[in-house]
């Protein structure tokens, strides 16, 4: 466990859930995971998997890590769920302003699971904890 400051535990978590949200997501993945549960468990098992870095150098290899985790696997799976079958839906219906208002709030949901729960599962270190 690396002691930094809450801010840049969370600017950390931002920047690898990039990685793992949008550069470890495969084609495949991106255009199956509105109808096919394998291919939203697939990209929420490597999204998880690339995550873990980042939560075991912020929380340590600790059961809170784990916790950490499978809050957000949950999380990240559940919100996919319900905004990739918007977005594939406004996609369908050639609704670019909505496909991208919802690829925004997706983005949000997921920050907002990130910030929250390295509120409640995260150490208090230095300024803004």
């Known amino acids: 466990m690396i002691e930094i400051p809450q801010i840049w535990q969370f600017v950390t978590l931002l920047g690898v859930h990039w990685i793992a949200d949008f550069l470890c997501q495969t084609r495949w993945m991106a255009e199956n995971k509105s109808r096919r549960l394998d291919a939203l468990s697939a990209h929420v098992l490597i999204y998880s ?46 609704n670019v302003y909505g496909f991208f208002a919802v690829v925004g709030l997706d983005q949000f949901l997921h ?11 995260g150490a208090s270190v230095g300024p803004l904890t």
Request: hydrophobic share 60%.
């Open 111 to 121: 920050q907002l699971a990130l910030a929250a729960t390295l509120v409640a599962f």
């Open 49 to 94: 998997a690339v995550m873990a870095v980042p939560s075991v150098v912020i929380l340590g290899l600790t059961g809170t890590a784990l916790l950490f985790l499978a809050v957000n696997g949950a999380l990240h799976f559940a919100t996919d769920y319900v905004t990739s079958r918007m977005t594939s839906a406004l996609w369908q219906r050639q």
